[in-house]
């Protein structure tokens, strides 16, 4: 599988929703797509925020959903807060593979 | 409460060698993945390669390849990356991850830093 496309920067307001897209997922011969999300914090390491396209490990926040169409993921963080402000990357593999490709990130600017 | 650790920061100069450490806890180490994924300053995450550390099979992105080793004790619990010869361009932050079926990774370590240079 190819590298996956982010948008490199995404900003919006307190309160607002945005989205960020990932593009290139491709499926496994089940036709199935497993995309993952991270959070990274400067000087941190990531944290998952979506795994399996859309579901939500424990103590990460509803206001964070995954969803997919086609060949591109998206993330949706709504009601923005200023801790909200980080890169955000996904990734994905193949479920026949162990195989792992990142997206470029995404720097989301809380305005 | 799964932990994972990684060995401290490493300053080396070019052709040396190097290996970091990842010691899991919490979770039957034997049973999970383990990744490595690299991080250069100011860029985005790279996924290097895994270790099934109840055999050490192993799997290694086509960049990586070739470059670097990644290795596992079980009876440390701990995984390791090694470079026979450093180069300058191995600068970076290099994260262990433990890595799930479906290519999620749900526990890191804080990361170590390498810095390679003259």
């Known amino acids: 599988q190819s590298a996956l496309t982010q948008p490199a920067s995404v900003s919006g307001s307190p309160g607002q929703s945005i989205t960020i897209s990932c593009t290139g997922i491709?499926?496994?011969?089940?036709?199935?797509?497993?995309v993952s999300w991270y959070q990274q914090h400067p000087g941190k390491a990531p944290k998952v925020l979506i795994f399996d396209v859309r579901v939500r490990p424990s103590g990460v926040s509803e206001r964070f959903s995954g969803s997919i169409s086609g060949n591109t993921a998206s993330l949706t963080i709504s009601g923005l807060q200023a801790e909200d402000e980080a890169d955000y990357y996904c990734?994905?593999?193949?479920?026949?593979?162990?195989?792992?490709?990142f997206g470029g990130g995404t720097k989301l600017t809380v305005l | 409460e799964v932990h994972v650790v990684q060995s401290g920061a490493e300053v080396k100069t070019p052709g040396e060698s190097l290996t970091i450490s990842c010691q899991a806890s919490g979770y039957d180490f034997a049973s999970y993945l383990i990744a490595w994924v690299r991080q250069i300053p100011g860029k985005g995450l790279e996924w290097m390669g895994i270790i099934f550390p109840g055999d050490s099979d192993t799997t290694y992105s086509p960049s990586f390849q070739g470059h670097v080793t990644i290795s596992a004790d079980k009876s440390l619990t701990t995984a390791y990356l090694q470079w026979n010869s450093l180069k300058a361009s191995d600068t970076a932050m290099y994260y262990c991850?433990?890595?799930?079926?479906?290519?999620?990774?749900?526990?890191w370590g804080q990361g170590t830093l390498v810095t390679v240079s003259s």
């Open positions: 990734s994905s593999c193949t479920g026949s593979s162990t195989l792992v490709v």
């Open positions: 991850a433990r890595q799930g079926s479906t290519g999620n990774f749900d526990f």
């Open positions: 491709t499926s496994d011969l089940g036709a199935n797509k497993f």
